[in-house]
């Protein structure tokens, strides 16, 4: 089983609407120590980066998905999340989850999001 693992995506129509989810396994042992982030990998492009929310701070998003998306955590459930509104051709990709703490960085396996009519 992975450190973290990913749900959520699928299939939505363009204006459409998914929450992403991001559930970390106990490997990672404080999960409130690490800020926890979203990329996403289009076929034939590199990983960006979507969003990132950190243990301490702001939250801070890419451009392309400011106002659009929003990220959020629950510590005491070790779970973190995407809400994805207003979604366009140009989100499709899979979405990853990333934790990360200065010293050690996990990766989830992806979900995919496809937007489509």
């Known amino acids: 089983q992975g450190q973290l693992v990913e749900s959520g995506g699928g299939l939505v129509q363009p204006g459409g609407s998914l929450r992403l989810s991001c559930a970390a396994s106990?490997?990672?042992?404080?999960?409130?120590?690490?800020?926890i982030a979203w990329y996403r990998q289009a076929p034939g492009k590199q990983r960006e980066f979507v969003a990132r929310?950190?243990?301490?701070?702001?939250?801070n998003y890419a451009t392309s998905v400011k106002g659009r998306f929003t990220i959020s955590r629950n510590n005491a459930r070790r779970t973190a999340w995407l809400q994805m509104n207003s979604l366009n051709d140009e989100d499709t990709a899979v979405y990853y989850c990333?934790?990360?703490?200065?010293?050690?960085?996990?990766w989830g396996q992806g979900t995919q999001v496809t937007v489509s009519s």
């Open positions: 990333n934790a990360a703490d200065g010293a050690r960085a996990y």
């Open positions: 106990e490997v990672i042992r404080r999960f409130v120590d690490y800020d």
């Open positions: 929310i950190p243990n301490i701070g702001r939250t």
